[in-house]
């Protein structure tokens, strides 16, 4: 929904410090953050289009502020290419947000191609934010049994909007185009249900699609702790119509590392009590509403998505640390809902936005072989617009377009997952074995002791809000932990490629009522490989140390489940200590190939935190638990006959 981390600052896109007060220009991908990394554009925006800002009526009479770059190359028409945000429709400008028809950014489309070719490219306030008029709610309910003063309807703004643009503003060729990316994709996909017939392209990226299962909230009925708490401190309500806040502030932890200043303070109580009232007004509800109950069902989009008239292209990151599931489920609700239009997925190596502005090379020491960026940018999302607006030829028509990581090829598919995928289960076995056959009979179970008050992190260094590059850290530090389980596969002699959900199907036992059961699936690297460091300038200063890639343990997907929710999220059940039971969940899908002369690890343990909230190990409310309630358990995975542990997964090829 909203881009979070510290680092790039998300959840519903906001990244870096600076950016966080430049989403407005965010979601539009070649913003004014794109221009920081190409200081020198091909032309300039301002001797090209011009700027004109409107206050557009809704059908309950509340004005939604909407910015316009039109072509003053008015020999032809143009389509609209809208983007709807709670980031402000403003500019970035000395370091402050500004209104005003004099203010430009650097860059407005999506790429260059999309300036070039010209658009009529729209940016508005959503309604309760910033200089738009009415009642803002988050993720707005698109079926409110009732709604408040001001409260709307995001398919009905859109369609308000789209009448007013075809009436109002000159040669426009009759068609639009939506997109957005994290909040802005929620937007995206909320305008299309129901659709007027003049959008004929949306493209929803990371769309936050159902904050409580696997979006930015939470995963596996875990609270995110640290992204939401970095997100909300700065993302506030505020009276509107109005201009601010002109810059974001950051926080201000008093401690160098979240870990350390989460753990001081322990409770959820505690934590928020940090805060102010307007930094907690939009942060508690989220926390007390731990589980699913009727304030996220009422938000999730996906049973929504229908009666859609526009051709779709779902875009998504393998990394994404806030909204990696939205747009799968997004592309499979308007795929199964809406059979007669086309029904895309765009699945690329990239953190949570990252194909807008960044090459998409690598991601920290990853690396992916090419500039998938910008080879999306030019070859897929460009030439979808151009074909569904201008009616262009487009060669690129596969359904899905799916980057392979491990290998670093791009694939296309007919569908996702891939029907070709089988499923197999990797099982886990005495010794920290792992592998595709049932273990023989043996030593039952492997147990290690969690204590919430010294849990495991998931980063080896210390870190505010999130850092991105986690999705994809060495995990060589948690595998030297005692209270971190390890399985790990023979060298393989193949390449293994999987492609769909990862699913846990575990039985476990505890000492306590409650327990969290993190999963981690890793790709280690062989004991041979490149060391993955770049050659610097020389210095005559002490270097710092190189990483050496060779055994680099990479994570490729990692998720909690809070085991209280392990027969459904409705109604949380407690453990009897040391009764052992099932646990299955899924997280959210991979495309990754481990190749030959790789391991393919699994790693268990009970915290990862601060990503995750704290579980106190015995059967309570969480966000009600006081210090007491934190005590240590002994958590047990088994792998004796009748109750095989494993991992699920879906695999290609052989």
Same mark, same amino acid.
């Given at each position: 929904?909203?881009?979070?981390?510290?680092?790039?600052?998300?959840?519903?896109?906001?990244?870096?410090?600076?950016?966080?007060?430049?989403?407005?220009?965010?979601?539009?991908?070649?913003?004014?953050?794109?221009?920081?990394?190409?200081?020198?554009?091909?032309?300039?925006?301002?001797?090209?289009?011009?700027?004109?800002?409107?206050?557009?009526?809704?059908?309950?009479?509340?004005?939604?502020?909407?910015?316009?770059?039109?072509?003053?190359?008015?020999?032809?028409?143009?389509?609209?290419?809208?983007?709807?945000?709670?980031?402000?429709?403003?500019?970035?400008?000395?370091?402050?947000?500004?209104?005003?028809?004099?203010?430009?950014?650097?860059?407005?489309?999506?790429?260059?191609?999309?300036?070039?070719?010209?658009?009529?490219?729209?940016?508005?306030?959503?309604?309760?934010?910033?200089?738009?008029?009415?009642?803002?709610?988050?993720?707005?309910?698109?079926?409110?049994?009732?709604?408040?003063?001001?409260?709307?309807?995001?398919?009905?703004?859109?369609?308000?909007?789209?009448?007013?643009?075809?009436?109002?503003?000159?040669?426009?060729?009759?068609?639009?185009?939506?997109?957005?990316?994290?909040?802005?994709?929620?937007?995206?996909?909320?305008?299309?249900?129901?659709?007027?017939?003049?959008?004929?392209?949306?493209?929803?990226?990371?769309?936050?699609?159902?904050?409580?299962?696997?979006?930015?909230?939470?995963?596996?009925?875990?609270?995110?702790?640290?992204?939401?708490?970095?997100?909300?401190? +700065?993302?506030?309500? =505020?009276?509107?119509?109005?201009? $601010?806040?002109? @810059?974001? &502030? #950051?926080?201000? *932890?008093?401690?160098?590392?979240?870990?350390?200043?989460?753990?001081?303070?322990?409770?959820?109580?505690?934590?928020? +009590?940090?805060?102010? =009232?307007?930094?907690?007004?939009? $942060?508690?509800? @989220?926390? &007390? #509403?731990?589980? *699913?109950?009727?304030?996220?069902?009422?938000?999730?989009?996906?049973?929504?998505?229908?009666?859609?008239?526009?051709?779709?292209?779902?875009?998504?990151?393998?990394?994404?640390?806030?909204?990696?599931?939205?747009?799968?489920?997004? *592309?499979?609700?308007?795929?199964?809902?809406?059979?007669?239009?086309?029904?895309?997925?765009?699945?690329?190596?990239?953190?949570?936005?990252?194909?807008?502005?960044?090459?998409?090379?690598?991601?920290?020491?990853?690396?992916?072989?090419?500039?998938?960026?910008?080879?999306?940018?030019?070859?897929?999302?460009?030439?979808?617009?151009?074909?569904?607006?201008?009616?262009?030829?487009?060669?690129?028509?596969?359904?899905?377009?799916?980057?392979?990581?491990?290998?670093?090829?791009?694939?296309?598919?007919?569908?996702?997952?891939?029907?070709?995928?089988?499923?197999?289960?990797?099982?886990?076995?005495?010794?920290?074995?792992?592998?595709?056959?049932?273990?023989?009979?043996?030593?039952?179970?492997?147990?290690?002791?969690?204590?919430?008050?010294?849990?495991?992190?998931?980063?080896?260094?210390?870190?505010?809000?999130?850092?991105?590059?986690?999705?994809?850290?060495?995990?060589?530090?948690?595998?030297?932990?005692?209270?971190?389980?390890?399985?790990?596969?023979?060298?393989?002699?193949?390449?293994?490629?999987?492609?769909?959900?990862?699913?846990?199907?575990?039985?476990?036992?505890?000492?306590?009522?409650?327990?969290?059961?993190?999963?981690?699936?890793?790709?280690?690297?062989?004991?041979?490989?490149?060391?993955?460091?770049?050659?610097?300038?020389?210095?005559?200063?002490?270097?710092?140390?190189?990483?050496?890639?060779?055994?680099?343990?990479?994570?490729?997907?990692?998720?909690?489940?809070?085991?209280?929710?392990?027969?459904?999220?409705?109604?949380?059940?407690?453990?009897?200590?040391?009764?052992?039971?099932?646990?299955?969940?899924?997280?959210?899908?991979?495309?990754?190939?481990?190749?030959?002369?790789?391991?393919?690890?699994?790693?268990?343990?009970?915290?990862?935190?601060?990503?995750?909230?704290?579980?106190?190990?015995?059967?309570?409310?969480?966000?009600?638990?006081?210090?007491?309630?934190?005590?240590?358990?002994?958590?047990?995975?088994?792998?004796?006959?009748?109750?095989?542990?494993?991992?699920?997964?879906?695999?290609?090829?052989?």
């Amino acid at each position: 929904m909203i881009l979070r981390t510290r680092p790039l600052f998300s959840r519903r896109l906001l990244p870096l410090a600076l950016v966080l007060a430049l989403s407005a220009q965010l979601a539009l991908p070649g913003s004014s953050v794109a221009a920081a990394a190409d200081p020198a554009p091909r032309y300039s925006l301002r001797e090209h289009y011009t700027k004109y800002e409107f206050r557009i009526p809704m059908r309950d009479g509340v004005r939604l502020f909407t910015a316009l770059y039109v072509p003053k190359d008015a020999s032809k028409p143009y389509p609209f290419l809208i983007q709807r945000t709670p980031y402000s429709a403003g500019v970035q400008a000395d370091g402050q947000l500004h209104y005003g028809v004099d203010y430009y950014p650097e860059h407005i489309g999506p790429a260059q191609e999309f300036e070039d070719s010209g658009y009529i490219f729209v940016k508005q306030d959503v309604r309760g934010r910033y200089m738009s008029e009415g009642k803002w709610v988050e993720m707005t309910p698109h079926a409110a049994s009732q709604r408040a003063a001001g409260q709307g309807n995001e398919s009905e703004d859109m369609h308000d909007t789209v009448e007013w643009l075809l009436k109002n503003v000159a040669n426009n060729n009759g068609k639009v185009g939506i997109l957005g990316t994290s909040y802005p994709g929620f937007y995206t996909s909320a305008s299309i249900i129901d659709s007027h017939p003049a959008i004929k392209a949306a493209s929803p990226q990371a769309p936050v699609t159902n904050l409580f299962m696997n979006d930015d909230s939470y995963h596996g009925g875990a609270f995110m702790l640290a992204a939401n708490f970095d997100f909300y401190s +700065a993302f506030v309500e =505020a009276p509107n119509p109005t201009p $601010l806040p002109k @810059t974001w &502030e #950051h926080f201000d *932890y008093g401690e160098a590392d979240g870990y350390d200043f989460f753990l001081k303070h322990l409770t959820l109580a505690n934590i928020t +009590a940090t805060l102010s =009232a307007n930094q907690r007004a939009l $942060l508690l509800p @989220t926390i &007390e #509403h731990s589980t *699913y109950d009727d304030f996220w069902k009422q938000r999730d989009i996906v049973p929504h998505l229908k009666n859609i008239k526009a051709a779709v292209l779902t875009v998504g990151g393998w990394y994404d640390a806030e909204d990696l599931q939205g747009p799968l489920s997004t *592309y499979s609700a308007i795929k199964r809902n809406n059979p007669a239009i086309y029904s895309g997925l765009v699945m690329g190596p990239w953190s949570h936005g990252a194909w807008n502005r960044n090459d998409g090379q690598s991601l920290g020491y990853v690396k992916f072989d090419a500039k998938t960026g910008a080879y999306f940018r030019s070859n897929i999302l460009y030439p979808f617009f151009e074909q569904h607006l201008k009616g262009k030829a487009n060669k690129s028509t596969a359904e899905v377009y799916a980057f392979e990581t491990g290998s670093n090829v791009w694939r296309t598919y007919p569908a996702w997952p891939p029907q070709q995928a089988r499923s197999r289960t990797l099982y886990l076995a005495a010794d920290g074995k792992l592998g595709w056959t049932q273990p023989a009979a043996g030593a039952g179970y492997d147990e290690y002791v969690a204590d919430p008050l010294k849990p495991v992190p998931y980063t080896a260094y210390p870190a505010l809000g999130v850092p991105k590059e986690y999705m994809v850290s060495d995990q060589r530090f948690a595998s030297s932990r005692p209270d971190v389980l390890t399985y790990r596969s023979d060298i393989l002699e193949e390449d293994v490629t999987l492609a769909g959900p990862v699913k846990p199907r575990l039985f476990v036992s505890t000492t306590g009522t409650d327990a969290d059961w993190i999963v981690k699936l890793i790709d280690v690297y062989p004991a041979e490989y490149p060391r993955g460091d770049e050659a610097g300038a020389r210095v005559n200063d002490v270097p710092k140390p190189s990483l050496n890639m060779a055994g680099y343990q990479q994570l490729v997907r990692g998720d909690p489940l809070r085991g209280k929710f392990r027969n459904g999220y409705e109604t949380p059940q407690p453990f009897t200590p040391g009764k052992v039971e099932a646990v299955n969940f899924s997280m959210s899908d991979v495309n990754h190939t481990f190749r030959r002369g790789h391991r393919i690890m699994v790693q268990i343990q009970s915290s990862w935190f601060p990503l995750v909230d704290l579980n106190p190990q015995t059967f309570t409310d969480i966000p009600h638990a006081k210090r007491e309630d934190f005590r240590k358990a002994t958590q047990r995975i088994y792998h004796a006959p009748s109750m095989f542990s494993g991992i699920e997964v879906q695999v290609l090829g052989k």
